[in-house]
């Protein structure tokens, strides 16, 4: 299956990462966004978004259960929530909630709450929502 989204909006977010190449690898296969610029001296990867950055940086723990933060939303360029949600599902990524109708930058809309590979939650909000 195709990825049935685009990522569209955030200015940045810092992740500390155990794993960094598998987080990058998740970034970019599974949702698509493209490394921008890295910083080898610290271990930064920078990685664009539409105008938005995640950046990752090594230095989370990996057997701590608690999240590095709280969650991260992304703005998706999508129109069928139920394909998104079947993408996701379809490369293992765990739901973590949704899809469910939420107040954001934009708005209230349909997001679907999934966890990376080291549990950050990261919300996917639909920017052209046709339930809008």
Do not use: W
């Given at each position: ?79 069928d ?36 590979p080291e ?14």
């Amino acid at each position: 299956m195709l990825r049935p989204f685009t990522l569209q909006d955030l200015d940045h977010v810092v992740l500390r990462c155990a794993d960094p190449a598998r987080m990058e690898k998740f970034y970019t296969d599974v949702l698509g966004s493209v490394v921008e610029r890295r910083l080898e001296a610290i271990g930064l990867v920078q990685m664009r978004v539409g105008r938005s950055l995640i950046d990752l940086v090594p230095g989370g723990d990996a057997s701590n259960p608690t999240p590095n933060v709280d969650h991260v939303c992304l703005g998706i360029d999508a129109t069928d929530v139920d394909a998104v949600h079947a993408y996701l599902v379809e490369r293992g990524v765990e739901i973590a909630g949704g899809p469910m109708r939420v107040y954001g930058a934009r708005g209230t809309g349909t997001s679907i709450y999934i966890r990376d590979p080291e549990r950050n939650t990261v919300e996917l909000k639909l920017v052209r929502d046709a339930h809008a």
